[in-house]
């Protein structure tokens, strides 16, 4: 119970750290915020944060592809597995806009950190990191599976090949939606439904190839 009890209070101070270091980032830019800044939002000492992290880059590559998995694993888990690919993978986009809507700020991060990758000043082993956690989400990406049914079941028709096709749909939808998100005009935000049915539309009438 002791032992337990300490882990949920580690848990908690990680998690804690984690989100004043994505508020602060998101609001100062990725080279402003120091490690008494995240301390000072998170209320916690900097013996705390160096029992989580080594440095503010570890934190700022922990916050990225934690919120990367984030999205990832709530849109998979709405796929409907009862129905054809088109079906699941319409399921799956209209998730996708869910969840930009809900949290809008994961989208903006991730676009921030994204725009930020190659200049920032990462060292070689995190960048390792960082480059081995997106080959792994490329090769088994997580919208193969619901491609792989659409293409058996023939609901979806694309000639592409199913990796291709799901690299070319997240790059779209991500870029829509953080184009959308990020528009300070209150018809875009949070995004617009018009829009984002557009969005899915145009997706699925790509991949089924449907005129």
């Given at each position: 119970m002791?032992?337990?009890?300490?882990?949920?209070?580690?848990?908690?101070?990680?998690?804690d750290?984690?989100?004043a270091?994505k508020?602060?980032?998101?609001?100062?830019?990725?080279?402003?915020?120091?490690?008494?800044d995240?301390c000072t939002?998170?209320?916690?000492s900097?013996?705390?944060?160096?029992?989580h992290?080594?440095?503010?880059d570890?934190?700022?590559?922990t916050?990225q592809m934690?919120?990367v998995?984030?999205?990832?694993?709530?849109?998979?888990?709405?796929?409907?597995?009862?129905?054809?690919?088109?079906?699941?993978?319409k399921?799956?986009?209209?998730?996708?806009?869910?969840?930009?809507?809900?949290h809008?700020?994961?989208?903006?991060?991730i676009q921030l950190f994204?725009?930020?990758?190659e200049?920032y000043?990462?060292t070689?082993?995190?960048r390792?990191?960082?480059?081995?956690?997106?080959?792994?989400g490329?090769?088994?990406?997580?919208?193969?599976?619901?491609?792989?049914?659409g293409?058996?079941?023939?609901?979806?028709k694309?000639?592409?090949?199913?990796l291709?096709?799901?690299?070319?749909?997240?790059?779209?939808?991500m870029?829509?939606?953080q184009?959308?998100?990020?528009?300070?005009?209150?018809?875009?935000?949070?995004?617009n439904?018009?829009?984002t049915?557009?969005?899915?539309?145009?997706l699925?009438?790509?991949?089924?190839?449907?005129?």
């Amino acid at each position: 119970m002791n032992e337990n009890w300490h882990q949920q209070i580690r848990n908690k101070h990680r998690d804690d750290l984690i989100a004043a270091g994505k508020e602060l980032f998101l609001k100062h830019g990725l080279l402003q915020v120091k490690i008494k800044d995240v301390c000072t939002r998170a209320e916690l000492s900097r013996v705390t944060f160096y029992k989580h992290f080594q440095s503010m880059d570890e934190l700022l590559l922990t916050i990225q592809m934690q919120l990367v998995v984030n999205l990832t694993d709530h849109v998979s888990l709405s796929s409907n597995k009862g129905f054809n690919g088109r079906e699941q993978l319409k399921s799956m986009l209209h998730a996708w806009i869910s969840f930009a809507r809900n949290h809008p700020d994961h989208i903006r991060f991730i676009q921030l950190f994204d725009i930020n990758y190659e200049v920032y000043d990462f060292t070689p082993e995190l960048r390792k990191t960082y480059d081995q956690f997106n080959q792994i989400g490329k090769e088994n990406h997580f919208l193969l599976d619901v491609l792989n049914v659409g293409i058996a079941d023939k609901s979806i028709k694309n000639t592409t090949s199913p990796l291709q096709l799901a690299q070319f749909i997240f790059t779209v939808m991500m870029g829509a939606l953080q184009k959308i998100v990020t528009r300070r005009s209150d018809d875009l935000s949070p995004p617009n439904e018009k829009m984002t049915e557009q969005l899915v539309d145009m997706l699925l009438r790509y991949a089924c190839n449907e005129d």
